[in-house]
Structure formats: structure tokens, C-alpha cells
């Protein structure tokens, strides 16, 4: 059985602004972290109907050249022209009868360009190529440099700028789009290579996690082998969707440990401690986290620790689609609770799920502030919070209550039923779809879990 083919509209908010930049004739750069989906975005790009879906009739004239960089042994300006022109082979292969004519000549440029010592003898070479195939009826050329981090550090400045030469001689006509993990300024100075950074840099996108509908359409995918009684229920994907953040990488492997694990898993109450250093899940954060600059990772422990985040990347971290702004209290959360769980445990202390700030009267649940407790409910749960892992009986909670309250009486009936209706809501407020941190007891006590869970 074939995989089932992505909708043509896959990752449209992506690659229709990348395709209308690179039509206008302006060279791009797509960043994202560990696992985000870039090389399933790049062989969507590659399909035909694709770029016809977005183009239209001008699709007909670009020929679109993939360059996979992990190839390159050294980083020397013969080996990355000879990988350009080894991909132009490659696509001019299945081009029109005019192209494929060139395929002789193409070859024997590639054999000069790959074989010379003579760095200006390669260039020639790869300029030649380049504009024959132009003159043989190709509109635009677009050069898509994958993983293209390790060449941005490490490839002499003459080679990466030659690449803007070759660009400046087909203005308009051939173009980069170059695919990374970090952002090319994080990877060596600008300077350093100005005349090629300049022109692709100008136009950074970045590869958040999937939309709603293309994260559906990824699970549809995965699962089209799988027999329909093991296939995830609605509640089970909208569970998927929510731990992973629809992250491609974390949906992925959330959805493989839950398969493995059998029926029931992904609605666990516990989900998150389940999938806490998975062999498979744990993996795919630590991509995530190493593909953070210094500053995101600060402002990362910023947040968690509920220092104030920087402005500034708090709001790279949310172009990345990593955390998002909570417009209630004015808070950001972490796209991912699964993340959000693994950075708090590489953080020193950073791991604490419930925390009451009694200085600012504030209770913060799994990186959530719960903003609408009232009176009562707030000392409850301070009373709760200060016995956490232990039983408060029924008469102490009751005269914490009663307390508070006075003669403004939320609820009827006698004091054990309020104070039932007071912790009913206070359950509803704290507790989260995957966690319960609030438990009843059977003596009609409570209980708030403790530091380990418990």
C-alpha cells in the first residue's frame, strides 16, 4: 500500500509566501527546529502540482533544483558547485525534451567542474550550465539548499559569495532558498559572508508546527496502514494534537509510543508523565532544545520560572510557533505540554507542576495562571498547598472556610456541603484534561498531590 499523498495545500501558509517571494525574483531562507516538518515541506515543494496550485500556468517554467548539503565531504567551493550542478542533472532528467537534450552537455560540465583544481575553472562550469539551461526555456531556477547549517559555518566566504555572482549575472532568474535549524545570523558573522547573507536573509521564514487541519491530515498519513479498530479516536487526536502542540516530530513519535503502549494511552490522565523521557519523545525535545539560540533558551527558563521574559525573544520564540500568547491574563505558554514538561526538567528546579506565589497571590498550574479564583477558593487551596502530599481534614478545611466567608455565602446548605461546592470548583480550576490535583478523600478531606506526584 502507497502512503496516502499530502493535500496540494499542505503547509500553504509556508510555501505561498516562500513561492510569491521566490516569483518576485528574491532569494529566501526557511528556519525551523529540530523535527518541524522541513524536509516533509521541501518534498511537498517538489511535486509539480504543488507549485501549479500556487502558480498556476508560470509553474510550467522553474526548474527547481533540491540540494541536499549532508552530501558535501568538505565545503570547498568545487564540491558545493558540483553538488548544484549533480542536482541539476538530476531535475533537468525529468524535464521537457529541450532539457533533456542538454543532459549530454550537463553531464560533461558536472565531470569538468567536479574533476578541476581550478576553483575559477569550476565557477565557469557551473555558470555555463546555468545559463544554458535558462536559454533552453526555463523562466526561473530555484536552488534549494537543504541543510545548509553545517555550509553557512564552515564553507570559505569566496564559496557562499560566489553564489550570490551567479545570482547577480540572472537577476530575477535564479534564486536560493536556503533550509536550516538556526537562523543564518546565529551561524557566523554577516559580515563574514555579506554579499551571499544579504540576499537571503532578507526574506526569513519560519516553519512553525502544523496547522490544525494539515496536523490531521499528518495523523490520516501515519495511520493509513494501521487497522481501523487501532486508528485514534476524535478525542484521542484532539488529545495528539494538544500534548505534541502539533509539532511534526513530537506527533509523530507521540503517536508511535501510543500505538506501542495499546488502547487508552493518549487519553491517559497522566498522559505527560507517561511520555516523561520516552525513549522515542525525549529524543525529538532535545532537537527542539538544541536548535534554540542562547537567549531562547533564557527566556525560556524566564518563562517557566515566571521571571518576565525578555520582549525581544519572547518574540522569537513565538515567530517559531514555540510559545503562544495567552490573551486572558497576558501570559505565554509553551506550545507543547510535553516540552514545556522536558524543559522544566532540564532547568535546575524548574519542574514544578503546582505553585503557589503567596507574595502576589498567584496559583500556577503546569505553567498556567489561574487567574479567577476567588476568596475562598484561594485559601482553600493555600490551605491544601501547605499540607500538599498529605489529607486536610474535613473540620480544618471547614473552618478555613468559614473564616473567609463571613456572611457572603457562594453556595447554600451546611457547611460540609459548601465547602464540597467549594472544592467541586476549585477542581474544575486546577485540574487539568490530563492531571488530577485535587483529590477527595474518603474521611469527606482533601488532598492537594505532592511534589512527586503523589
Same mark, same amino acid.
Given at each position: ?10 503547509? =500553504? ?23 518541524s ?5 521541501? #518534498? ?7 507549485r ?12 527547481? $533544483? ?11 567551493? #568545487? ?13 533537468? *532528467?525529468?524535464?521537457?525534451?529541450? $532539457? ?15 574533476? =578541476?583544481?581550478?576553483p575559477?575553472?569550476t ?17 526561473? /531556477?530555484y536552488? /534549494? ?6 555550509v553557512?559555518?564552515?564553507? @570559505?566566504?569566496?564559496?557562499?559569495n560566489? $553564489? ?12 536560493? +532558498? ?13 559580515? *563574514? ?15 512553525g ?9 499528518? /495523523? ?7 487497522? !481501523?479498530?487501532? %486508528? ?13 502542540? %502539533? ?9 508511535w509510543?501510543a500505538? =506501542? ?12 508523565e ?23 533558551? +533564557? ?9 518576565g @521574559? ?10 517559531k510557533?514555540?510559545? #503562544? ?11 507543547? !505540554? ?8 532540564? $532547568?535546575?528546579?524548574?519542574?514544578? @507542576?503546582?505553585?503557589l ?5 498567584? +496559583? ?42 463571613a456572611?457572603r ?20 480550576? /486546577? ?24
Amino acid at each position: 500500500m502507497q502512503d496516502i499523498p499530502m493535500p496540494v495545500q499542505f503547509r =500553504s501558509e509556508i510555501i505561498q509566501p516562500l513561492l510569491k517571494a521566490l516569483e518576485a525574483g528574491e532569494s529566501c531562507s526557511l528556519v525551523g527546529v529540530g523535527s518541524s516538518g522541513k524536509s516533509n515541506l521541501i #518534498r511537498h515543494l517538489l511535486r509539480q502540482d504543488v507549485r501549479e496550485h500556487f502558480l498556476g500556468e508560470s509553474a510550467q517554467g522553474i526548474l527547481l $533544483l533540491y540540494v541536499d548539503c549532508t552530501k558535501l565531504l568538505d565545503y570547498t567551493l #568545487r564540491a558545493l558547485h558540483g553538488l548544484i550542478l549533480e542536482a541539476m542533472l538530476r531535475a533537468t *532528467e525529468k524535464g521537457g525534451t529541450e $532539457l533533456a537534450a542538454l543532459h549530454p552537455k550537463l553531464e560533461r560540465l558536472w565531470e569538468q567542474a567536479t574533476d =578541476s583544481d581550478s576553483p575559477d575553472r569550476t565557477r565557469r562550469a557551473l555558470e555555463e550550465a546555468v545559463a544554458s539551461v535558462l536559454q533552453a526555456g526555463t523562466a526561473q /531556477i530555484y536552488v /534549494i539548499l537543504d541543510d545548509f547549517d553545517h555550509v553557512a559555518k564552515n564553507a @570559505p566566504t569566496p564559496a557562499l559569495n560566489s $553564489l550570490r555572482a551567479l545570482r547577480d549575472n540572472h537577476k530575477y532568474r535564479v534564486m536560493y +532558498v536556503t533550509v536550516t535549524r538556526h537562523e543564518l545570523a546565529f551561524l557566523r558573522a554577516e559580515e *563574514e559572508y555579506e554579499d551571499f547573507y544579504e540576499i537571503v536573509s532578507f526574506n526569513t521564514i519560519p516553519i512553525g508546527p502544523y496547522t490544525e487541519a494539515d496536523a490531521n491530515d499528518m /495523523i490520516d498519513r501515519l495511520v493509513s496502514r494501521w487497522k !481501523p479498530a487501532d %486508528r485514534p479516536s476524535a478525542a484521542e487526536r484532539q488529545r495528539l494534537l494538544e500534548a505534541s502542540g %502539533r509539532h511534526a516530530g513530537l506527533l509523530r513519535q507521540i503517536l508511535w509510543a501510543a500505538q =506501542s503502549a495499546g488502547q487508552g494511552f493518549l487519553l491517559s490522565p497522566d498522559l505527560i508523565e507517561k511520555l516523561r523521557g520516552h525513549k522515542d519523545v525525549e529524543p525529538e525535545c532535545i532537537k527542539i532544545w538544541d536548535s534554540l539560540e542562547k537567549d531562547e533558551t +533564557v527566556n525560556l527558563e524566564a518563562l517557566v520560572k515566571r521571571k518576565g @521574559p525578555i520582549s525581544k525573544g519572547i518574540r522569537q520564540l513565538e515567530v517559531k510557533g514555540l510559545v #503562544r500568547y495567552r490573551l486572558l491574563d497576558g501570559t505565554y505558554d509553551i506550545f507543547s !505540554p510535553v516540552f514545556d514538561d522536558y524543559v522544566r526538567g532540564t $532547568l535546575p528546579g524548574g519542574r514544578i @507542576p503546582i505553585e503557589l506565589v503567596p507574595d502576589r497571590r498567584e +496559583v500556577w498550574v503546569e505553567g498556567r495562571l489561574v487567574g479567577d479564583l476567588d476568596k475562598v477558593e484561594y485559601h482553600l487551596f493555600a490551605c491544601l498547598y501547605r499540607s500538599r502530599g498529605q489529607p486536610v481534614a474535613q473540620p480544618d478545611l471547614v473552618r478555613e472556610m468559614i473564616d473567609v466567608e463571613a456572611a457572603r455565602r457562594r453556595f447554600p446548605g451546611r457547611p460540609e456541603q459548601r465547602l464540597d461546592a467549594y472544592a467541586a470548583e476549585l477542581k474544575r480550576k /486546577i485540574d487539568t484534561a490530563h492531571r488530577e490535583y485535587i483529590m477527595h478523600e474518603p474521611d469527606g478531606g482533601y488532598r492537594l498531590i505532592g511534589p512527586d506526584g503523589m
